[in-house]
């Protein structure tokens, strides 16, 4: 069973990644800290008492449901309160439509150039961020799990609720598409 | 599907180290969060691991709630068993047990004093049978009977 300090020390050392996680998808920091709030308040109230080593496999799955949740709550809300804009025209194509329009993208050369260094870092980090958004969401999802979060392919495959073979087709096309990308841009990461 | 090309081994390795430069990248710039955001999931944090206390509390006042339910003799049970908290679980065996010896005296009392008036009532009968003027062998005689029937019918008439 996991410590309070352990879950503590569990919880501060995802919820960063967490939270970019759930930027990349969702695209609204506001709504992106209430998934991760709403995640951790369900690991803590339900999984608290599991064993320490369980707890990155559970807030992955948490962390993806919540996610879904607020999809499926942003598309209940659009169809209530914006029913009137399908008489406009053929725009809808999809619930992230307007997600997409609301990204505003990568800000490059904003800062001021106070280092070098410190400007390109930025610059290269906000492309990269830019790149990971673009990607369709299960690839993204596979690739940051696998990589970022260092869960291996059975355990990011479990997370996902996919194959072990999906798992790899969904990184090699997401590190595909990102060289690919960033290389356009000369980027070189 | 999995029908898609297979990398080769070089390939694979290649992306794979790409894949890390990438997310070593990401690891750099997400440390540097604004701070109203960090603070927000500092918040959100504690939020968490303080349902997890309230969680955790009802949890353990369910254990002696059951116990009283159970009655005495699976607290006085669960009183050797329960080497951590001997204090509580003997005083949980005491309380409990409390009723159970009430609702045993009043058990008790009530067959004394259901014997007692039984044992009464029959005393009562006996007592009238014998110093009455008709003789006990008179009530085993057929015809005393007949006779008590005819002249319990008489007055009505």
Not at chain 1, 128 to 135: F, M, S, W
Request: aromatic share 6%.
């Amino acid at each position: 069973m996991a410590t309070e300090q352990e879950l503590s020390d569990f919880l501060k050392s995802v919820e960063k990644r967490a939270f970019k996680r759930s930027v990349y998808h969702v695209r609204n920091e506001e709504a992106a800290l209430d998934i991760v709030q709403d995640s951790m308040l369900k690991l803590a109230e339900h999984y608290g008492d599991k064993p320490a080593a369980e707890l990155p496999m559970l807030y992955q799955r948490i962390l993806s449901n919540c996610t879904l949740d607020w999809f499926r709550r942003q598309k209940t809300r659009n169809a209530l309160f914006s029913s009137m804009s399908d008489f406009e025209g053929p725009g809808e194509d999809g619930m992230d439509f307007d997600l997409l329009e609301a990204y505003s993208g990568p800000e490059d050369g904003e800062r001021a150039e106070s280092a070098e260094d410190l400007t390109r870092r930025a610059q290269i980090f906000r492309s990269i961020e830019a790149e990971i958004a673009e990607l369709p969401p299960r690839q993204r999802e596979a690739f940051l799990m696998r990589y970022w979060e260092e869960m291996d392919v059975a355990e990011t495959a479990a997370a996902m609720g996919c194959s072990e073979g999906s798992v790899k087709t969904h990184c090699f096309r997401a590190i595909h598409t990102l060289s690919k990308a960033l290389k356009a841009k000369g980027i070189e990461p | 599907m999995n029908t898609v090309q297979t990398p080769s081994p070089q390939a694979e390795a290649a992306a794979e180290r790409f894949a890390l430069r990438v997310t070593a990248r990401l690891s750099s710039g997400t440390d540097e969060l604004p701070y109203d955001i960090t603070e927000r999931l500092r918040a959100s944090r504690m939020q968490a691991l303080a349902k997890r206390k309230k969680a955790v509390a009802p949890a353990r006042l369910a254990a002696p709630a059951v116990v009283h339910a159970g009655g005495g003799s699976a607290a006085l049970g669960r009183g050797g068993h329960d080497g951590n908290s001997e204090g509580g679980s003997w005083w949980n065996a005491l309380v409990s047990a409390v009723p159970l010896l009430a609702l045993m005296a009043g058990l008790v009392m009530i067959n004394i004093a259901q014997d007692e008036s039984s044992v009464h009532d029959v005393a009562e009968v006996d007592a009238a049978l014998l110093t009455d003027d008709l003789p006990p062998a008179a009530y085993a005689d057929p015809g005393f009977v007949q006779f008590l029937k005819t002249s319990a019918q008489a007055p009505s008439r």
